[in-house]
């Protein structure tokens, strides 16, 4: 599963001085381990009193699900009552008890309407309670003996409740989105979304990641409808009452999680991947009928990917085909259901959007699910790294490849970044980890982000090749099973002749990482560098770190392996001449948070002698003094990273020429003037521009900008230039923007809402109406807007302000994963910022009361009292909305 990253949504508002206290990031905080039986009574053997002791044992252990019978086969005949949200099913499932012989089969089944279970010709009786379907079947059976059990039923997933009676939205399993086709704006379509354990709200299952069966399915829908499911569809049939019936199979074993329907409208948008036995796998593209044309550019590099990732682990994509569909309201960011993947609609995006962002990481991602996910798979979600660990990874894997070791170091950085911030906010916990509550704890920047940051770290340590033969390894000795950490410890061990456990002992068991301080003494005589090495971390324990480091001095560069293993360790290297740079990590694969005490010119050398792009980024933040003048050297270091051949150090050069002489700013500009209209990447254009506005007169800004509005195709360039316009010219803006509302694109009407958002008068209020009851947005964009329109109609008129709450609503029925997030914090917002104006309106009266203006009173009574009822009306609303998620 891709994770929804929605810090970005946060920072929005919050620069807008409506910071919330509410911590609206996915993570999971700190894992509060509810220890029940503290205070448990003992027995004291010194005088044979009892006493109250403190529990120290772990109160909870998610042990994997324990295994009484194996699936072998699942067959699903399903139908649909759009009407009702229902999916009308039969399953016939191929069981055998898996050791211990047994009478019985227990099953997962949320929320269904169950009719009748047979066996053969006969009826079996069956309890159905919380969930859990238990079957009595006709005899004791050995693990020698298969039985087909049919279960006749119908799956109600919008009529399911929890037992605080609150409708599930976001583990519902099965959705219906549009059923009646009551919004004119989206597409009626049907989807499931199985992980962790929602597919047995539409099919009874063992709902656990260590189970695994082949599947087929008879999808009948009317014939106006496309169907995707795993594996291949053998056939398609018409049947006399107009309906048309799909079947689709998939002959490989895989885990009930990863089963998957998709139903809609939707076009099909055909490639192909040739293996290298040259045959030719089916690849397709299920967008809208409105994305057909763009489907190829957004998805358009999956066959490149498919043959790149096969070759580098050495096994050839294991599956029947691969298909990639887009839908609305999506809950998640994307899944990787085997040969069937779903992402949410942010992924459509027009050739022009595309010069700003494409999905490539998300559709690595999820491929590489189909060898570490789905191939093998996380034997419990205690162990989900094994999964989602090396889909984090793939986004590395790929960017190195296609994109060179700068995009891919700069991606792995933000990685780190995500894990650090949640180290932070405390919530660290082992890798691999047995003591959550619930399991989507799991889906965190663990299992992701340092996951993949330490798959990194052990290509470091055993090199390319072991690395990528143990992976092989690992995906060959454990196919169409579930595995443990362990297995994949062993693998590596197996390939590299290496004992691994210090490894994964303080990596995956373990918790915190690496916090490091440097610092080096020269003895010029002895020509001799010591280096001083400190490390903590934060659960006490130290880790092994073996690492590079790099001296450059007048002979040239050396490289010394050194291992970290201790608090305090210096090392002593020899010097000739001068040092020019010290770089420690020099690969920078560790993930620890290292400060480097060295003199700032040190800094500025590894610009030019280091080789990566941390190097770089390093010396632009570390070898400029904070309130010193720069020195010449530093000052040329921003002037050439101004022409870097990475565009991440282009645009850190541009926010350090701020802080360049006179002299040499006056170089920069017209570098930077340069980039806004030629750079290569939109974000450097971006930064040029909006750099630019407080830096060159008014009117060759206007100039400028007006140049980039005509000619630039990127949207975010376009956003950067009216927002650059508007500060010298806001009426010249407002104009351009308003040509620019026709355009079909999410990402440009963000943009101008953003305007609008500080510039917009009432005449604006049209623009939001429509792009919101249009559904013109997805994705951020979504958010972006509905942040821009709070903070526009916090401007307005009381009158406007109170078309505040059906815009909200149909926000929500619009749908995103943003949305529903960040919804909350938006009328909270809206509230608070109604109720300051109720209070001006509050010593208005008083001040109209005082100088006896009855006429005026009574208008702002009449203005309080329905600032008032706005306030409630939200708050009724916000009260809703802003139910914390119960499991
Ligand atoms: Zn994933």
Redesign the pocket.
């Known amino acids: 599963?891709?994770r929804i990253y929605i810090v970005i949504g946060l920072v929005i508002l919050s620069s807008c001085g409506a910071n919330k206290k509410k911590d609206s990031e996915i993570t999971f905080s700190e894992a509060e381990i509810a220890n029940e039986n503290a205070g448990a009574e003992e027995y004291d053997f010194d005088d044979g009193s009892y006493e109250e002791t403190v529990e120290t044992e772990r109160a909870v252990y998610q042990a994997a699900e324990t295994i009484y019978t194996d699936l072998i086969h699942t067959k699903l005949e399903v139908s649909f009552d759009w009407s009702k949200s229902w999916m009308f099913g039969k399953a016939t499932i191929s069981a055998k008890p898996h050791f211990y012989a047994s009478d019985s089969l227990f099953l997962d089944a949320k929320g269904m309407e169950i009719k009748k279970i047979s066996i053969g010709a006969q009826v079996l009786t069956f309890r159905y309670a919380d969930d859990k379907l238990r079957i009595k079947l006709d005899k004791i059976y050995t693990r020698n003996d298969k039985y087909n059990i049919v279960i006749e039923y119908i799956a109600k997933p919008d009529e399911r409740k929890t037992s605080g009676s609150e409708a599930i939205t976001s583990d519902k399993g099965l959705y219906f989105i549009n059923p009646k086709g009551e919004d004119p704006n989206k597409m009626p379509q049907i989807w499931t979304q199985g992980e962790t354990k929602s597919s047995s709200v539409w099919f009874p299952t063992i709902d656990a990641p260590n189970v695994k069966t082949t599947e087929e399915i008879y999808i009948t829908v009317e014939n106006k409808f496309a169907t995707l499911s795993n594996g291949k569809l053998i056939s398609s049939t018409k049947n006399t009452d107009g309906t048309r019936t799909d079947y689709w199979k998939q002959d490989l074993p895989h885990a009930p999680y990863l089963f998957m329907m998709g139903i809609g409208e939707f076009k099909v948008v055909n490639d192909f991947y040739t293996r290298p036995n040259g045959t030719r796998m089916e690849v397709n593209y299920y967008v809208e009928p409105a994305w057909e044309q763009s489907a190829k550019a957004i998805f358009g590099e999956t066959p490149k990917m498919i043959a790149f990732f096969s070759k580098l682990t050495g096994v050839e994509y294991p599956w029947d085909k691969y298909s990639q569909i887009v839908v609305r309201e999506y809950v998640s960011g994307a899944m990787?259901n085997t040969g069937a993947v779903v992402f949410g609609d942010y992924t459509y995006k027009n050739t022009r959007e595309l010069l700003d962002a494409d999905d490539n990481s998300t559709i690595a991602?999820?491929l590489f699910?189909h060898w570490f996910?789905d191939l093998v798979t996380a034997e419990s979600w205690s162990n989900l790294t094994l999964?989602?660990s090396f889909?984090n990874y793939s986004q590395y894997l790929w960017d190195e490849f296609r994109y060179g070791i700068d995009e891919a170091d700069y991606n792995a950085e933000k990685e780190a970044d995500g894990y650090f911030q949640s180290a932070e906010n405390g919530a660290t916990h082992d890798l691999v980890w047995f003591e959550y509550e619930n399991q989507e704890q799991m889906f965190d920047a663990h299992s992701y982000n340092k996951g993949g940051r330490i798959l990194h770290m052990l290509r470091n340590h055993l090199g390319d090749e072991a690395f990528f033969a143990g992976l092989k390894n690992y995906l060959n000795t454990n196919k169409f099973k579930a595995a443990e950490f362990t297995q994949l410890r062993l693998a590596f061990e197996e390939v590299s002749g290496q004992d691994l456990n210090w490894f994964f002992n303080q990596w995956y068991l373990d918790q915190g990482h690496p916090v490091i301080n440097l610092s080096q003494s020269l003895d010029e005589e002895a020509h001799i560098v010591e280096i001083e090495v400190s490390q903590e971390n934060q659960s006490g324990s130290l880790f092994r770190l073996p690492i590079e480091i790099a001296i450059h001095d007048d002979a040239g560069v050396t490289l010394h392996q050194i291992v970290l293993d201790d608090n305090g360790q210096s090392f002593s290297f020899p010097v000739t001449g001068a040092i020019k740079t010290i770089i420690f990590d020099n690969q920078h694969m560790l993930l620890a948070k290292v400060t480097d005490y060295k003199p700032m010119e040190q800094f500025v050398n590894q610009f030019y002698l280091g080789k990566r792009y941390a190097d770089r980024r390093d010396a632009l933040l570390f070898g400029i003094a904070e309130e010193e003048p720069m020195t010449a050297e530093a000052e040329k270091m921003v002037l050439d990273a101004l022409k870097d051949p990475f565009w991440a150090i282009r645009n850190i050069a541009i926010d350090r020429a701020n802080s360049l002489s006179e002299e040499s700013k006056m170089q920069a500009i017209e570098i930077i003037k340069n980039s806004s209209l030629t750079d290569q990447k939109s974000a450097v254009r971006a930064a040029a521009i909006t750099f630019l506005q407080d830096k060159i007169a008014a009117e060759e800004l206007e100039k400028l900008a007006l140049s980039i509005i005509v000619k630039d195709q990127s949207y975010a360039v376009l956003s950067a230039a009216l927002v650059a316009l508007s500060s010298s010219n806001p009426e010249l803006a407002m104009v351009e923007a308003k040509k620019l509302e026709t355009e079909n694109s999410s990402k440009m009407l963000s943009g101008i809402a953003q305007l609008y958002a500080t510039q917009g008068t009432e005449t604006e209020m049209a623009f939001f109406e429509k792009v919101i009851n249009e559904n013109k947005l997805n994705g951020l964009d979504a958010l972006f807007a509905m942040n821009s329109m709070t903070i526009y109609l916090t401007r307005q008129s009381t009158e406007l302000q109170a078309k505040a709450l059906g815009l909200y609503k149909k926000e929500l029925a619009n749908g995103g994963v943003y949305i529903t997030m960040f919804l909350p914090q938006n009328v909270d917002y809206m509230i608070k910022m109604i109720s300051d104006q109720a209070d001006i309106t509050k010593a208005e009266i008083t001040a109209y009361e005082t100088n006896k203006n009855p006429l005026y009173a009574d208008q702002s009574r009449k203005k309080l009292k329905q600032q008032q009822e706005m306030i409630a009306a939200l708050s009724v609303f916000y009260a809703e909305i802003n139910v914390e998620k119960q499991e």
């Open positions: 599963m891709y990787e991602h999820e699910h996910g999964n989602e889909a």
